[in-house]
């Protein structure tokens, strides 16, 4: 038998030919979020109010004598929002310097930490938002307070490894509803 290898090569060559390939152009997949629509939470136990998300679901965590613990959960962007409720007890400064500390913790990791004032007299609330830009466990941290009785925590998680780029629009979305939260925020008129 009288084997030709350069038939089977150029058959080969035949079969293998076909349309040029073509790189497929990158892309990101595509995330649907909800309306932004809002509702008033008045919590139980802490004398403050503030309109939420109503794709997001509150639950109170814990409680421990006026302090209270919650959390803004958003089961499909697969992120949660830890709030600390306490009241101010001659501590004001102690729980600002906190609420910086916690911020300090993702400077290593952060490309950039914008932050925003909130001065809102007319309610009295004032506080920081601080928007996290890079690979870092929480994107958004933020304290809210009337500097006399109560003092409001917040910060952003996601249940999955940090990458800003592929959560940018959910991030972005849980930053702007959070602004609305700070916009919002009304303390109880006993509190004052």
């Known amino acids: 038998m009288n084997h030709r290898p350069e038939l089977l090569v150029a058959a080969l060559l035949l079969i293998g030919c076909g349309d040029d390939p073509v790189p497929k152009p990158k892309a990101w997949p595509r995330i649907d979020l909800p309306a932004q629509e809002f509702s008033v939470w008045q919590p139980e136990g802490a004398p403050l109010s503030a309109e939420t998300p109503v794709y997001g679901r509150m639950a109170e965590r814990r409680a421990e004598g006026a302090a ?3 959390d803004l959960r958003f089961k499909g962007q697969r992120g949660t929002i830890h709030l600390t409720y306490s009241p101010v007890q001659d501590n004001l400064p102690e729980l600002i310097e906190n609420a910086h500390g916690f911020k300090r913790k993702h400077e290593a990791k952060a490309a950039r930490i914008r932050s925003e004032r909130v001065l809102r007299p007319e309610a009295r609330v004032f506080g920081t938002l601080f928007d996290v830009e890079g690979d870092v ?3 958004f941290v933020f304290y809210l307070t009337d500097s006399t009785a109560n003092f409001l ?3 952003l998680y996601f249940d999955t ?6 959560l940018a629009p959910v991030t972005d979305r849980l930053r702007a509803d959070m602004r609305h939260f700070a916009a919002t925020l009304q303390w109880a008129p006993s509190a004052r």
């Not at 490894?161 to 592929?166: E, F, G, K, M, V």
């Open 137 to 139: 466990a929480s994107p």
């Open 153 to 155: 925590y917040g910060a």
């Open 68 to 70: 209270r613990w919650y």
């Open 161 to 166: 490894r940090p990458n800003a780029d592929s």
